[in-house]
Nanobody
């Protein structure tokens, strides 16, 4: 059974940094793509970033240049380093995983079938 656990959220001041972690288990970690999605209160899901199984990465326009996604295959963990945080980054952050047989650009959150419980990030002074 695929199991994803996010951690690292919290309260940070504007301009600050946080690193989120997504610990994965129950599947061949390096064979899956993993994506980060966020949801602000009262808003829909927003794609943030994806690391594909072949190591490629992708970022949403709102976080490009500020966020960096990396993965540690030894620890079965994906990290989301978030810098220059803005109040607009306040949201619940989820990681989600899926296997894709092709090497397409799978960034739509509804393509991902396995989800964690989320971790809250609040950016406020």
């Amino acid at each position: 059974e695929v199991h994803l656990v996010e951690s690292g959220g919290g309260l940070v001041q504007p301009g600050g940094s946080l690193t989120l972690s997504c610990a994965a288990s129950g599947y061949p970690f390096s064979s899956y793509s993993l994506t980060w999605v966020r949801q602000a209160t009262g808003k829909g899901l927003e794609w943030v970033s994806t690391v594909f199984r072949d190591g490629r990465t992708a970022y949403g326009d709102s976080v490009k240049g500020r966020f960096t996604v990396t993965q540690d295959n030894d620890q079965n963990t994906v990290y989301l380093q978030m810098n220059s945080l803005e109040p607009e980054d306040t949201a619940m952050y989820y990681c989600a995983a899926a296997y894709f047989a092709d090497s397409g650009w799978h960034t739509r959150w509804n393509e991902y079938s396995h989800w964690g419980q989320g971790t809250q990030v609040t950016v406020s002074s």
